[in-house]
């Protein structure tokens, strides 16, 4: 079963980076299309970027394009997402996931423990 670790998630101050990484445990990690989540206190969790298991597409929400960056190292066996110009309404615990096709909905079968995200000056 493959098995997904979140990790990267700081304080960091408003128009700070940070860069989060999805290490999974399965050498067949490079088989997998690999999304990130957030979810805010009192809020649904949301989709926030998603790559395809080649890395040829990636996709964003409107909230982060331009600001954050996703990729992958399949020899690594990690899922990357760096994230820029960091605002208050970033803070959230982020995930990743895993699954077949790179959705921000949640259509995915692997999912991480979540890593904390807190921008506040």
């Known amino acids: 079963q493959l098995q997904l670790v979140e990790s990267g998630g700081d304080l960091v101050q408003p128009g700070g980076s940070l860069r989060l990484s999805c290490a999974a445990s399965?050498?067949?990690?490079?088989?997998?299309?690999i999304g990130w989540f957030r979810q805010a206190p009192g809020k649904e969790r949301e989709g926030v970027s998603c790559?395809?298991?080649?890395?040829?597409?990636?996709k964003y929400a409107d909230s982060v394009k331009g600001r954050f960056t996703i990729s992958r190292d399949n020899a690594k066996n990690t899922v990357y997402l760096q994230m820029n110009s960091l605002e208050p309404e970033d803070t959230a615990i982020y995930y990743c996931a895993a699954g077949n096709i790179c959705v921000l909905g949640e259509a995915y079968t692997y999912w991480g423990q979540g890593t904390q995200v807190t921008v506040s000056s």
């Open positions: 790559i395809s298991s080649s890395g040829g597409m990636t």
């Open positions: 399965l050498f067949s990690f490079n088989a997998y299309a």
